[in-house]
């Protein structure tokens, strides 16, 4: 059955003011899975009007309380797992355990920023004079605007949204035309837990209902996540208009495997970090660097591992690897696999669609022979597609790692404690892992990447808050008298004895 989705503007489910929808299909069978609200200047003008009214209230509604509805969308959420998984894998279509892993990050980011509710920690200091008091303290903004993609439905938008509303904003979340089912169903979590009308918004659409966000005079913030070419668009005109922004961009994440790592654990976790969710996440491993004498036994172990992988649709608990989310990132993967033979890499594996009729698979796929200028070895291609470059020692690759333009994760593999902590200290990427492939960030700690995939700011983490707060620094003088700035210590000292 194709649902029918609605935008969540004031409190009620409405369709688009034009009437006019779109739709998403499911990437394993190419059938409809739903029409949603194709939403364009007027609706997020309207979903504006709501989060304007609402934002007063929620904004002096006690953040303990803001917290506890926090805590009751954790509760739905968990209730609610599976049956959000299994319409996330339809949409989008990664595998069920994935999609069970996606709810669980909003579920655990829900009581993480649910605990924000009796902390929101400002700080005193010091002051320079006699009887006067300081503090800082965190203030929330205004209205929020999210766009976001379609590759972590529901995690991403928690990552921004749950402290967005703990800090008490008001929000407007404009999700991925690619899964406006599974968004809808996810705020559907948040009216449930009784958040008030107009506090959280959807608005559903393409990029004309996100441009209208970051155009919107009364949205102060933008918090984006998806493709560089978009992002820096947004970037651009959001700054323009002088607004906060937060982004997280691409990334070309790379593990690097030296001569005394641990095989078996190597070929592990490159596999699930390489061809897990199908290679689309921003975290995923596009890049394997690799020391010259490890190289042929790993070569050979990757290969036979990615064989024993089954991809097919994610509804069936036997799949390791669902299909890509639309025909235009199929024909993506295709074009980079075809520039990739051009440029003389050697296909080891995959390269090429499974036999089947529907669907938007293509099988795990390895290169090797890769040179670090090729264009295989440098851009994202979101996909289950591993190019891996051979150096000669840990210098060569940590130069390899930081040399493309993104930033986000890294990862190696070594039994060396010493090579270990030089790569910690060394590898310039937001995120870095030893001996664990370069996916799975847990959200108390920060989430985000340096160069080109974002612009300096982090999500999740003590730093989280951040984004979606602005510091107000409070003097209280309780002298009775104006105090002016005082260099001189005497002078201080004679005052507070007199
Ligand atoms: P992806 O390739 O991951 O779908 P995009 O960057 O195209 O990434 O999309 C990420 C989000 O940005 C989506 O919600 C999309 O609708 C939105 N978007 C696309 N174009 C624009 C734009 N010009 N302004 C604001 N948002 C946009």
């Given at each position: 059955m194709v ?40 609706d ?16 002096l ?29 339809q ?5 069920l ?7 669980q ?25 006699p ?19 379609w ?12 402290p ?37 918004n ?90 010259s ?25 036997a ?51 890769v ?22 020692s ?14 986000l994760?890294?990862s ?27 996916t ?7 989430f ?10 982090r ?19 309780y ?14 000292l ?5």
């Open positions: 649902e029918q989705v609605r935008n969540f503007i004031g409190g009620t489910w409405r369709d688009a003011l034009s009437g006019e929808t779109f739709v998403s299909y499911n990437p394993a069978t190419e059938s409809e899975l739903a029409h949603a609200p194709r939403s364009s200047v007027s997020v003008e309207q979903a504006v009007e709501a989060a304007r009214a609402a934002y007063p209230g929620w904004r509604t006690p953040a303990p309380r803001r917290g506890e509805i926090l805590y009751r969308v954790a509760h739905i959420l968990t209730e609610r797992k599976d049956q959000l998984a299994r319409l996330m894998t949409e989008m279509g990664k595998i355990a994935e999609t069970r892993g996606d709810v990050e909003a579920i655990d980011m829900a009581y993480y920023m649910g605990g924000e509710g009796r902390r929101l920690l400002g700080y005193t200091a010091p002051v320079e004079m009887n006067k008091f300081g503090m800082a303290l965190r203030d929330s903004v205004g209205i929020v605007g999210l766009i976001t993609p590759n972590f439905p529901v995690a991403v938008p928690s990552w921004k949204m749950l967005a509303l703990v800090a008490g904003n008001a929000v407007i979340f404009k999700p991925s035309e690619d899964t406006p089912a599974t968004s809808a169903a996810f705020v559907k979590v948040f009216e449930d837990a009784g958040l008030p009308p107009g506090v959280l959807l608005v559903t659409g393409a990029g004309e209902a996100g441009a209208a966000l970051v155009n919107h005079p009364d949205v102060r913030i933008i918090s984006f996540t998806g493709s560089t070419d978009t992002g820096i668009k947004v970037y651009t005109q959001a700054a323009s208009l002088g607004k906060k922004v937060t982004l997280e961009m691409g990334g070309k994440n790379a593990i690097i495997v030296l001569d005394d790592a641990n095989l078996d654990l190597a070929v592990e976790a490159i596999t699930w970090s390489a061809y897990g969710t199908t290679g689309q996440r921003c975290t995923a491993t596009s890049r394997l660097i690799v020391q004498g490890i190289k042929p036994r790993l070569v050979e172990a990757l290969v036979a591992k990615a064989r024993t992988l089954s991809v097919g649709d994610g509804l069936l608990e799949t390791h690897v669902g299909p890509l989310v639309n025909a235009k990132a199929l024909e993506k993967v295709e074009r980079y696999v075809e520039i990739g033979r051009q440029e003389g890499a050697k296909l080891m594996i995959g390269g090429q669609r499974p036999s089947s009729e529907r669907g938007y698979f293509y099988t795990p796929t390895l290169f090797t022979e040179r670090r200028d090729m264009r295989i070895a440098r851009e994202e291609i979101f996909g289950p597609v591993l190019s891996l470059i051979e150096v000669a840990l210098d060569e690759a940590i130069a390899v790692n930081n040399e493309v333009r993104y930033g994760s890294s190696i593999f070594t039994e060396n404690i010493n090579a270990a902590f030089r790569a910690i200290r060394d590898l310039t990427t937001g995120i870095v892992y030893i001996n664990h492939g370069t799975g960030a847990e959200i108390q700690f920060p985000g990447g340096t160069r080109g995939t974002g612009n300096g700011m999500e999740a983490g003590l730093v989280g808050l951040d984004s979606f707060t602005e510091w107000k620094s409070v003097y209280v003088d002298s009775g008298r104006l105090q002016r700035a005082q260099i001189d210590t005497e002078a201080v004679r005052q507070t004895n007199s």
